[in-house]
């Protein structure tokens, strides 16, 4: 996959709307989810014409890890790069879930809870299967890759997709 001009530790400021932004940082590839970027969003909004120090940037506290494709979310002009930190925080502690029967049951009636879940860190080499989330598993973040618009609600705090199962 082309990663044009971005590199580990690229941070990017993402408009969440006309008078707020919010920022993430490019943190490395997960070569068990198709080798897909791997995103970390910090918690904190910012005023659009804010232009906060990068380290303070990469100090906030983390709202979420995502996959996504950063150059597609450049491309269309829904963020942009600022800078570059090379503090990108512990990778090994970051676990992601995936739903074994994310879609739609016979008939049509979307699933709302799972019990068919994997969990991994990444480039681990396989899926865990767990089946129904507990402990430690509770806290991991959804695997999929999050299209540009996607990543966006995520920063926003909405769920996003809409439609993937919960774990209770």
């Not at 897909?36 to 005023?47: G, M, N, Q, W």
């Not at 512990?90 to 979307?110: H, S």
């Not at 809870?113 to 994997?118: A, R």
Request: with cysteine; net charge neutral.
């Amino acid at each position: 996959m082309a990663r044009g001009n971005t590199k580990v530790g690229d941070i990017f400021s993402v408009k969440l709307d006309e008078n707020r932004k919010k920022y993430f940082q490019y943190i490395g590839n997960d070569l068990i989810q198709l080798n897909s970027e791997v995103i970390r969003a910090f918690k904190r909004t910012y005023p659009i014409e804010a232009i906060p120090d990068l380290s303070d940037i990469v100090s906030d506290e983390v709202d979420f890890y995502a996959h996504c494709v950063i150059k597609f979310g450049i491309k269309m002009g829904l963020w942009e790069k600022v800078g570059n930190v090379s503090n990108i925080g512990k990778l090994d502690n970051i676990l992601f879930r995936e739903a074994g029967d994310y879609g739609y049951k016979q008939g049509e009636i979307p699933i709302k809870v799972s019990n068919d879940w994997y969990v991994w860190k990444i480039n681990d080499t396989e899926f865990t299967q767990v089946g129904k989330i507990e402990g430690k598993n509770r806290h991991a973040y959804i695997g999929l890759i999050f299209n540009p618009y996607g990543v966006i609600e995520l920063l926003k705090g909405n769920k996003y997709p809409v439609n993937y199962p919960d774990f209770e």
